[in-house]
C-alpha cells in the first residue's frame, strides 16, 4: 500500500520557521520526484517545490525561493521541506505529492500540473499568523 504521510505542521509567527516531513512508503522511492503542493482557501493547489530521488535536482516557486529548501533521505524514504521568514501568506494546508520520474525530473511537469501525480498525502496545515 503507498503511503504518503506527512507531519511538521502547525501555527507560527511571522518570520518563524516550520520543517515539513513526508514519510513515504509502499513505492520505489529513488524512482519519484516527490515534492510539495499548497492550497490556501479559496485558491486552487499550487505547486511549491519538489526534488529528484534519483539525481537531486530542486525546483521551487518563485515565491518561496530563498526561504524554502527542500531536501531528501533516500534512507528514510523520507522528503523535508525546511520553511523559514514565513510570511502569512504561506497559510495553507500542504500536500507531500509524487510523480514517477526516473532519472530526473522537469520542474514545470510536477509544480504546474497537479492532476497528473501518482501520489498524494492527506495533507496538513500550515498557519502563519501576522
Known amino acids: 500500500e503507498v503511503q504518503l504521510v506527512e507531519s511538521g505542521g502547525g501555527l507560527v509567527q511571522t518570520g518563524g520557521s516550520l520543517r515539513l516531513s513526508c514519510a513515504t512508503s509502499?513505492?520505489?522511492?529513488?524512482?519519484?520526484?516527490i515534492g510539495w503542493y499548497r492550497q490556501a482557501p479559496g485558491k486552487e493547489r499550487e505547486g511549491v517545490s519538489c526534488?529528484?530521488?534519483?539525481?537531486?535536482?530542486?525546483y521551487y516557486v518563485d515565491s518561496v525561493k530563498g526561504r524554502f529548501t527542500i531536501s531528501s533521505n533516500n534512507a528514510k524514504k523520507t522528503v523535508y521541506l525546511q520553511m523559514n521568514s514565513l510570511q502569512p501568506d504561506d497559510t495553507a494546508v500542504y500536500y507531500c505529492?509524487?510523480?514517477?520520474?526516473?532519472?530526473?525530473?522537469?520542474?514545470?511537469?510536477?509544480?504546474?500540473?497537479?492532476?497528473?501525480?501518482?501520489?498524494w498525502g492527506k495533507g496538513i496545515q500550515v498557519t502563519v499568523s501576522s
Open positions: 509502499g513505492f520505489t522511492f529513488d524512482d519519484y520526484g
Open positions: 526534488i529528484s530521488n534519483s539525481d537531486g535536482t530542486t
Open positions: 505529492a509524487a510523480l514517477f520520474s526516473p532519472g530526473t525530473i522537469v520542474g514545470a511537469q510536477f509544480l504546474l500540473d497537479p492532476f497528473g501525480m501518482d501520489y
